[in-house]
C-alpha cells in the first residue's frame, strides 16, 4: 500500500533509540524527509547517516532538553515547516507515591506531558497557517490502566489522551489531525531493563526475565515494528478521516482488563 508520504516532513523527538528510533526507520522508508530531535546527539547522527544511505531521504538532527526553556522554540526554528509531528520524547520513573518524590515527578512530566502540549502548541498554530498537518502523540497504555505503583505515568499518560481528544475533536475544522498511540509494552532496551528488575526483585535473578513474557498476550510483547508501521498509517492520508481518538496497541491487555478478564 502506498502510504503517499513521499517528500513529506517529518519530526520525531526521542528519535535516538527504541520506539523513536523504529519510528525514523518507518517514515524513512515511506520517503519522508526527517528532522530527528533528542539529548543524544551521537546516537541520532549515526542514525541520520544510516538512513540517508538506505532511503536517500533528507535528515536533519538536533540535540535538544525539551525540559528547558524554549526548547520547543529553539526545535521549530531548526527544523522549519512541517506535514508531521511524532511526540515521542520522554519517559515517566515508575513507583509509587512515595518513590516518585516531587522532583522526579515534575522532572518526567516537564519532557512528556508539558515536551507534548508545548510542542503541540507551537507547530499547530504553524500547520494552521500552512493549511494542513497531522499531529501524532505516543503516550502508553499505563493511561488506561491505573497502577499504583507506577502513578507518575498513568496519571500523565491519562492526560496526554484527554488533550489529545480534546485538540483533535476539533482539529479538522483546521484540517489538521491530532491523534494518540497507546502502546503496550514493546522490545525495547527500556522495557528489557524493567523486565529484568522484576525479575531480580521477584526470583533474585535477572536472567530469568523471560518468564514474564509468557504473561503476554501471545507470549511476547509488541515488536517495535508493529508500533511504528501504526504511525506511518496513521500520520497518511490513507486515514485521512481519523483525529480525536487514541489507538491502543497491546494485544488485547486493556480490554481484558476492562472485562475483569
Known amino acids: 500500500m502506498d502510504l503517499m508520504l513521499k517528500r513529506k516532513k517529518t519530526l520525531i523527538t526521542g ?59 529553539q526545535i521549530a526554528d531548526a527544523a522549519g515547516d512541517i506535514d508531521i509531528l511524532v511526540n515521542n520524547a520522554g519517559a515517566i520513573p515508575a513507583g509509587d507515591l512515595w518513590q516518585v518524590d516531587a522532583e522526579a515527578w515534575r522532572r518526567g ?9 508545548d510542542m503541540t502548541r507551537l507547530f499547530y498554530a504553524r500547520m494552521k497557517a500552512r493549511g494542513h498537518g ?40 483546521d484540517n489538521i489531525r491530532v491523534i494518540g498511540v497507546n502502546p503496550g509494552p514493546v522490545d525495547t532496551d527500556r522495557i528489557t531493563k524493567v523486565l529484568k528488575l522484576r525479575a531480580q526483585d521477584q526470583f533474585g535473578d535477572a536472567d530469568r526475565y523471560v518468564e514474564f513474557l509468557s504473561h503476554y498476550p501471545l507470549g511476547r510483547v509488541a515488536k517495535v515494528r508493529e508500533i511504528a508501521d501504526l504511525f506511518a498509517f496513521l500520520a497518511s492520508e490513507r486515514s485521512g478521516y481519523t483525529s480525536g481518538t487514541i489507538v491502543t496497541v497491546d494485544g488485547g491487555i486493556t480490554s481484558r482488563r476492562s472485562i475483569g478478564g
Open 134 to 173: 497531522v499531529i501524532l502523540n505516543n503516550i502508553g497504555n499505563g493511561g488506561e490502566n491505573f497502577d499504583a505503583r507506577y502513578v507518575a505515568g498513568s496519571t500523565g499518560n491519562a492526560a496526554l489522551m484527554a488533550f489529545t481528544r480534546a485538540i483533535g475533536g476539533a482539529s479538522l475544522d
Open 15 to 73: 528519535a535516538s533509540q527504541g520506539i523513536g528510533e523504529g519510528l525514523a526507520e518507518v517514515f524513512a522508508e515511506e520517503g519522508t524527509d526527517l528532522h530527528l530531535v533528542a539529548r543524544q546527539i551521537d546516537k541520532l547522527e549515526q542514525l541520520a547517516a544510516r538512513l540517508r544511505d538506505a532511503h536517500g531521504v533528507t535528515v536533519t538532527v538536533q540535540g535538544a532538553d525539551l525540559t528547558q526553556p524554549e526548547a520547543a522554540v
Open 109 to 117: 512530566w516537564e519532557v512528556k506531558v508539558m515536551g507534548y502540549i
